[in-house]
């Protein structure tokens, strides 16, 4: 018996060691639990996918537009498929809808997949193009008119601050009927001392040709102080005619003033009013420009010599074509209608002109989208 007590002593102080309450502690839920429950929380009970479907063309504009879907799904919390299409996208709803996408970014060019998507009862916003059917929730479009409005008067400002009086602002570009009555009109109305003259560049010349076209006519219409390059590759074509419109009018200078000492060496002393010889008398283009060429140049699009062009001051201004922006929006206006909340049925953005102290922002998503998709 004296043995035993012992024995069970010591069970009964196990027994009360195990029993005895340990303080609370508030703990996290698991990760898996908590990205669940993140999700669940953020799309009205339950995981909701996003896609896109886009032309798969190599474009810049496409990869931009890419890139500014999964940059704004990640940030709204959304799991996301890109469904990239060199055709026909109509086929690619089905296998959207059978991943379980609840929502579809489309652009408005494919118009039977927006109307499949439509009739599948997905979400269906529109980015950049636009979309005229009923069928899409959204249509997300670049502006097209007030744009024009800020870049005339851009030009227009940077004249001014030159000490310009007049002279004339030239729109050149393969399709310069796109923007130039708006254009006309906005400098018209602001700065009435000025006027607009457009030329569109030849179908089929090659950059070289392009260059000696447009060359000859900056030569030719030496009052022209300002310049708006309205499509991508126009820029540098208009950049290098300016450059060699300045060199052909400082030889033909050149020429003129070594004519005009080799008359007054000529001349007989007894002459007084001599009469200037053929090699002298040679014809301005037009005689009431200013002798000099000074061209204020703006363009348009994001492009690695764009770009370049405009970090050696030789454009002065850059239009943005706003892929990145329409898509990024178009995925903020998806999240809203998987949210039930009302949306507008179309809504517009706005086409940025960047300067000096505005390029770092689009020079930056310009060189992600490189990196990220892997462009040369």
């Known amino acids: ?22 303080p609370q502690q508030v703990s996290s839920p698991p990760e898996s639990a908590g990205t669940e429950n993140a999700a669940e929380s953020a799309n009205d009970g339950g995981i909701k996918l996003m896609g896109m479907i886009i032309q798969d063309d190599g474009s810049m504009s496409g990869y931009m537009m890419m890139h500014g879907f999964l940059h704004t799904v990640e940030n709204l919390g959304y799991p996301a498929k890109l469904y990239r299409v060199k055709g ?19 652009p408005g060019s494919y118009t039977e997949a927006v109307r499949r998507a439509h009739d599948a009862g997905l979400y269906v916003v529109c980015p950049y193009e636009a979309y005229n059917g009923d069928e899409a929730d959204v249509n997300v479009v670049a502006d097209v008119s007030e744009y024009i409005e800020e870049l005339a008067r851009g030009i227009a ?46 179908p089929g010349l090659g950059d070289d040709g392009a260059i000696d076209e447009l060359s000859d006519y900056l030569l030719n219409n030496r009052d022209i102080k300002g310049l708006y390059a309205c499509d991508e590759s126009s820029v ?9 419109a300045i060199a052909a009018f400082k030889d033909i200078e050149a020429a003129e003033k070594a004519s005009e000492k080799e008359t007054k060496k000529k001349e007989p002393e007894s002459t007084p009013t001599p009469e200037p010889s053929a090699d002298s008398a040679k014809p301005t283009p037009n005689p009431a420009l200013l002798k000099q060429i000074s061209i204020t140049a703006f363009g348009c699009g994001l492009s690695d010599e764009n770009l370049e062009l405009f970090k050696d001051n030789d454009i002065y201004g850059l239009c943005i074509e706003p892929y990145y922006d329409a898509a990024a929006t178009a995925t903020m206006m998806l999240d809203r209608l998987m949210q039930g909340e009302d949306t507008a049925k179309k ?19 310009y060189n992600e989208v490189k990196e990220l998709f892997d462009v040369e």
């Not at 540098?236 to 060699?244: E, F, G, I, L, N």
């Not at 809504?347 to 998503?365: F, H, Q, S, W």
């Open 88 to 106: 026909d996208a109509s086929e690619m709803v089905q296998k959207a809808v059978d991943d379980g996408c609840t929502g579809l970014l489309i």
């Open 157 to 202: 400002e940077r004249m001014t601050e030159r000490g310009l009086k007049s002279g004339r602002i030239l729109v050149y570009g393969s399709n310069t009927g796109s923007c130039f009555p708006a254009f006309g009109a906005a400098v018209k109305e602001y700065y009435p001392q000025f006027d607009t003259v457009s030329f569109n560049r030849t």
């Open 236 to 244: 540098p074509v208009a950049v290098k005619a300016r450059s060699k």
């Open 1 to 22: 018996m004296k043995k035993i007590f012992p024995i069970m002593l010591v069970l009964m102080l196990l027994l009360w060691g195990c029993s005895k309450e340990e």
């Open 347 to 365: 809504v517009t953005v706005n086409r940025p002109i960047a300067y000096g102290d505005t390029i770092d922002k689009y020079k930056a998503i």
